[in-house]
């Protein structure tokens, strides 16, 4: 019972820590309504894939801290280079909308270094997770 309880308190810090909405639903949120490019149909083109990335965002927030914990960690690589990837599609469409809808966006550097802030997070919290399943596995023996 003890060893169940681990990865599912990690997985809830982790979901209280990433949130639910991805950068492209937070970019939607500060849109200016009022503005003439926001009833374009690119801009409400970009809008209606938003929706797509929050999905996705919920489900790698779940998914990934479990598949992390129960591979002991063997699957640390191929999660972060999924979310490392679909983290820079979801910016760079969120920058994308932005721009269609009369913002200003975001340069492919400060992305870029968003993105690896995220990965650098990442990598952190799944390592914790991981030393932390790891010490409470051999309380237990």
């Known amino acids: 019972m003890r060893n169940s309880i681990l990865p599912v308190s990690l997985v809830c810090t ?38 797509i990335h929050d999905e996705i965002k919920l489900l790698r927030s779940i998914a ?4 992390v914990v129960l591979s002991g960690g063997t699957l640390l690589p191929a999660v972060l280079a999924a979310n490392v990837g ?11 909308m932005d721009v269609h809808c009369g913002g200003e966006g ?4 400060q992305i870029t270094l968003d993105v690896a ?19 409470g596995t051999t309380a237990s023996k």
């Open 14 to 51: 982790l979901l209280a820590l990433t949130g639910c909405a991805s950068t492209s639903g937070s970019t939607f949120a500060k849109l200016d309504r009022s503005h003439p490019s926001y009833e374009s149909e690119q801009c409400q083109e970009a809008i209606r894939d938003t929706a």
């Open 64 to 67: 990934s801290p479990v598949a």
């Open 86 to 96: 679909l983290d820079a599609v979801d910016r760079v469409d969120a920058s994308k």
């Open 106 to 109: 975001q340069s492919a550097g």
């Open 117 to 135: 802030k995220g990965a650098a997070f990442g990598l952190a919290t799944s390592a914790a997770g991981n030393a932390l399943g790891a010490g």
